[in-house]
């Protein structure tokens, strides 16, 4: 897996994925730490990858290629570009219940199918809340002015072939690529949130080394393209009718 989580993030083997659903305004400064007493509390074993969002997981959007599987939590309400003027802020767009949204522990492999679970007393009293605290409280002006929205698109992907590490590191590019594609196609102006993640799942390589290229234009890499593009505007188009 290659891997942007801020539990378990980089390249390596993973048994799991988890995307929890946690309210805006994270006063924790251990997201990586929360996400393991949440995976503990769900039964998760082994090393794997944690994910945090306000966005609501059981909405979750799925697009499929040719074999490759994109799931995707899409929260836009802090949403803007990438490259944007060092003074300039998020685009500010109201908290959601807490859930934890589960890969079965396989979900590194082809098969994987994405579960969803009660969430933890811990993530719903209020105590704690999602990885965008950051952005989504760095200004408590604007926190005052107006509600918080969800904002984070976490994207996770599968494939069913190996890949190399460089592969790996480009099918990130190829999704990212894609999902800012499809955030235009939806008509919002931005390239995505300040807290957007990705994770890219696939078997372990052989002696072969696995797929060498995960480029759009790769057969792969296209894929991955499509795939994410049909989920991340599934979930966008909602989002923005909600801005």
């Known amino acids: 897996m290659c891997s942007s989580a801020v539990l378990g993030g980089g390249i390596g083997p993973r048994a799991w994925i988890l995307n929890a659903q946690v309210p805006g305004g994270y006063p924790r400064l251990d997201p990586d730490r929360h996400l393991a007493e949440i995976a503990a509390a769900e039964g998760l074993t082994g090393s794997g990858a944690g ?3 306000a966005a609501e997981v ?3 959007t799925t697009g499929r290629d040719g074999g490759v ?12 570009w990438a490259a944007a003027p060092e003074t300039a802020g998020p685009v500010w767009a109201a908290p959601e219940t807490a859930g934890p949204m589960c890969a079965a522990p396989e979900a590194a492999g082809p098969d994987s199918a994405a579960l969803e679970a009660a969430a933890p007393e811990s993530a719903a009293d209020g105590t704690v809340a999602s990885g965008t605290a950051a952005a989504e409280t760095a200004d408590p002006v604007a926190s005052v002015r107006t509600p918080h929205r969800p904002g ?5 992907v599968e494939l069913p072939v190996a890949l190399s590490d460089a592969a790996l590191v480009n099918a990130v590019a190829t999704a990212t690529e894609a999902k800012v594609q499809a955030l235009l196609d939806a008509g919002l102006d931005c390239s995505g949130t300040p807290t957007d993640a990705v994770c890219v799942a696939a078997p372990e390589p052989g002696p ?5 290229f995960a480029g759009p234009r790769s057969p792969w890499g296209a894929r991955i393209a499509r795939a994410v593009h049909t989920a991340v505007l599934a979930g966008a188009r909602p989002a923005r009718d909600l801005s």
């Open 58 to 60: 059981a909405a979750h």
């Open 208 to 212: 072969d080394g696995g797929e060498p």
């Open 152 to 156: 984070t698109v976490n994207i996770v």
């Open 69 to 80: 599987t994109a799931t995707v939590t899409t929260g836009l309400g802090v949403r803007g």
């Open 51 to 53: 994910l945090m969002t």
